[in-house]
């Protein structure tokens, strides 16, 4: 099975592809990510609960902290309280270790975490880990013993799995990088005000390729040089070109936007809705809350087996296999509860369970099935790490699923940068269509100049969509063949009031 990897580097979204199927869906954005480090202050401390609230120094929620993630701050000591360790407007450096959800803020460790591509730096801990999927014990005593040699001096190390069969030079190599990052960090805390953001994990390409890159990946399709450069940059940094390894790196340069071109729009869509049909006529409708996830199972118009008892069991068996493809896409987190159509055998049951436990061995986030209850109720948790598609693409304010294909620019790109209300979003459309008339109905005589106007100007963009973006006012070509610029306010006097009056 071919997988290949696909880069939009314009609208900061990436995706791993098997068979032409998404498999996962990368967004880097502005609000809180995993490995994100804070300097904060502590604002709030709940003696109760052994917690504490986080200021980070944004006008969004403030992170949580619990007495576990601040072992770093124990030193040997046995504290019951997490009044002995921290005090209000105490100064903390913190890490995202889970993303925001709608309703709560980000949850935070100090327990520093610096990622590499072979291995992990704990600069405040001085431990040595070897990772689990590592199982050759000859493997895991010879890292072991590199790893004891090569670590800095009270820090820590873990080992990852991807570091089996590579040259002592090249995990040396990232160890290095690693340090130099925690030099960096430690200037940061001391010149920046306090509390702020001290270090973000933003190169897309750099996390597409250190995070899901693997030798199975055939392919990496990207829209943009830059990217281009970047991606055959961090190939060669950990010596993934070579005669060996057969990997293709294309460069997508077509008008139709890549997301469209290889159905990752269509699908991100497909993956917001509740209703997700199967083979043979069954579907499955997923209902998401603040922690909970319940999946319903119907056999729909299946009807392809004479016998009753096992048209049940073939429903369930393909209700497994998309569970378990729909958990690892959607990214769902926390208590899942699987509403299988009902199964009187207790053999079947095993079956299904032992059927659906080995589906789930690929999932990173190690998703623990706890029981099949009597009501026939699966019932499994999947570790938190990153946002849900529900999350990051928010329907509660991004009823712009609707209005795809309004915008020569992404609407994924315009809810990731600039969160376009309803209200605007609207006018922003019927600006745009009398815009259009004007484009393509009317021809301009009179150039106007302006003076003292700064235009911020991305690269990629330019070379490949003749497009400008700035933060107040967005100047842009909507045919991408169009050979003139004009602001956007100067539109306003030009189009007609009476679009904006009618709403």
Known sequence: MVKKIIISYFNSIAATLQTSKVQEVIVINDTYQVNDIYLGIVHKIFSSINAAFINLGQDSKSGFIHISDIKTLKRGRKLFSISDLLSINQVILVQVVKEPTFHKGPRLTSNIHLYGKYVVLLPLCNIVLISNRIYDDSERIHLYSLAVLIKPKLMGLIVKSCAQGVSESLILQDLDALVQQWSFIQKQVLLNSIPCLVYKDEDLVKKVVRDCYDKSIKKIVVDSIDALKLVYYYLKKWSYISISVKIKVQLYNRHLCILDKFYIKHSIKQLLRPKVNLLYGGYLFIENYEALTVIDVNSGSFNKLYNSKETILRINFYAAIEVAYQLKVRNINGVVIIDFIDMYSQRDQLKLLENF???????????????????GLLELTRRRKSQSIREV??????????YFGFFFVDDLYHKLFFNISD?????????????????FGKQFNLCKTLKNKSIISYNPLLNKYFLFLDRINLLCFFYPKANYLVPLFFYYRLTSLKYFNDI
């Open 393 to 402: 693409f928010d329907l509660s304010s991004m009823k712009s699923v609707n």
């Open 357 to 375: 436990s080995k589906l789930l061995t690929d999932d990173d986030c190690t998703p623990q099935v706890v029981q099949l209850s009597e009501l």
């Open 423 to 439: 209200e605007n979003l609207k006018k922003q459309f019927f600006l745009n269509k009398s815009i259009r008339s004007l484009f």
